[in-house]
Nanobody
Framework: QVQLVESGGGLGQAWGSLRLSCAASGRNFSSQVMGWFRQAPGKRREFVAAIRWSGGSTHYADSVKGRFTISRDSAKKTVYLQMNSLKPEDTAVYYC???????????????????WGQGTQVTVSS
């Protein structure tokens, strides 16, 4: 069984920074891509960023491009989301997810992801 555990959420201020972590574990953990998604109250879950384990290529949603950075530590099986220049509209529950099978393009649709973490709340005050 694959487990993903997010941490690092909390209360941030506008223009401030927060760093999220997602630690993966499990005997059968095999991942091609790790993604971050978020869901604000009353809204659908949306793609934030994704990274390939091999090569480290990344992809970002336009709403976070230039402010958020996704990175990975393969030895620790951990993915990070550095969030800078936070805005109140970044307030959401943030989820990490893993896609175990290869895909030519970077998946932004949540249906492509196989396992999900429990989520961590990020609240940004103005």
């Amino acid at each position: 069984q694959v487990q993903l555990v997010e941490s690092g959420g909390g209360l941030g201020q506008a223009w401030g920074s927060l760093r999220l972590s997602c630690a993966a574990s499990g005997r059968n953990f095999s991942s091609q891509v790790m993604g971050w998604f978020r869901q604000a109250p009353g809204k659908r879950r949306e793609f934030v960023a994704a990274i390939r384990w091999s090569g480290g290529s990344t992809h970002y949603a336009d709403s976070v491009k230039g402010r958020f950075t996704i990175s990975r530590d393969s030895a620790k099986k951990t993915v990070y989301l550095q969030m800078n220049s936070l805005k109140p509209e970044d307030t959401a529950v943030y989820y990490c997810a893993t896609k175990s099978t290869p895909l030519a393009t970077m998946p932004t649709d949540e249906r492509y992801y196989d396992y999900w973490g429990q989520g961590t709340q990020v609240t940004v005050s103005s």
